[in-house]
């Protein structure tokens, strides 16, 4: 089946930094990629769209200017979590659809990001 | 508007036993349903997905039928593993124009040996 692969898969970063995390599509192209947000035990969040070539639509109460998204090509996305605190410790997870089967979502492995 | 609801959890089984996970929607149109996986410290897996009323998706012994009439996507199982520990979603995909997934809440499933 589709591949959606992200990376890294851990990250630790200081307070204050900034991290990107990518999101590629290994075997289709993607139009839209969406990244997740999951919080220990709990379902993910939707964070954002990102459509390739245009500016990611983000959902209410995402802080657009911390969360960087770029979909600069039909097979990767990047997120970007500027200037880290250790509330944005968390397990992020990307997705693509894959057209032409029925227009399936994929997802990557997610990212844990530890912010110390 | 749109949503997903699952059974609480966690649901704890032996090892053969049946598995039913419930789940239900509410969508404004003709959502396809799918089934995600999650195993311990991992991302999620598609399980198994239905794409119109009445289909059923069916993966590595899992199973669930589309139910239009009752707005319902149950997953079943008839024999549960102690491999099949994981916390399982439900989701709907509605083809309109934000293209967006919609979970449920996540169901934990513990196989006891």
């Known amino acids: 089946g589709a591949v959606v692969s992200q990376h890294p898969s851990w990250v630790i970063c200081k307070s204050g930094t900034s991290v990107k995390i990518e999101c590629r599509s290994l075997?289709?192209?993607?139009?839209?990629m969406f990244w997740y947000r999951q919080f220990p035990k709990q379902s993910l969040m939707l964070m954002a769209t990102?459509?390739?070539?245009?500016?990611?639509?983000?959902e209410q109460g995402v802080e657009k200017d911390k969360f960087l998204i770029n979909h600069a090509s039909l097979t990767l996305s990047t997120l970007t979590v500027t200037s880290a605190h250790p509330e944005d410790s968390s397990f992020y997870i990307c997705s693509a659809i894959q057209g032409g089967s029925g227009n399936t979502i994929y997802f990557g492995e997610g990212s844990w990001l530890t912010v110390v | 508007g749109n949503s997903v609801t699952q059974m609480e959890g966690p649901v704890t089984l032996s090892e053969e036993a049946f598995l039913t996970i419930n789940c239900t929607y509410t969508a404004t149109g003709y959502p396809s349903l799918f089934w995600y996986v999650q195993y311990p410290g991992e991302g999620l897996q598609l399980l198994l997905k239905a794409t119109k009323a009445d289909d059923k998706g069916s993966n590595k012994g899992f199973e669930a039928t589309y139910r239009k009439e009752t707005t319902s996507f149950h997953l079943e199982k008839g024999s549960v593993q102690v491999s099949d520990s994981a916390v399982y979603f439900c989701?709907?995909?509605?083809?309109?124009?934000?293209?967006?997934?919609?979970f449920g809440s996540g169901t934990r499933l513990l196989v006891r040996p």
């Open positions: 989701a709907l995909y509605l083809m309109d124009s934000s293209y967006k997934l919609i």
């Open positions: 075997d289709f192209q993607a139009t839209t």
């Open positions: 990102s459509n390739e070539g245009s500016k990611a639509t983000y």
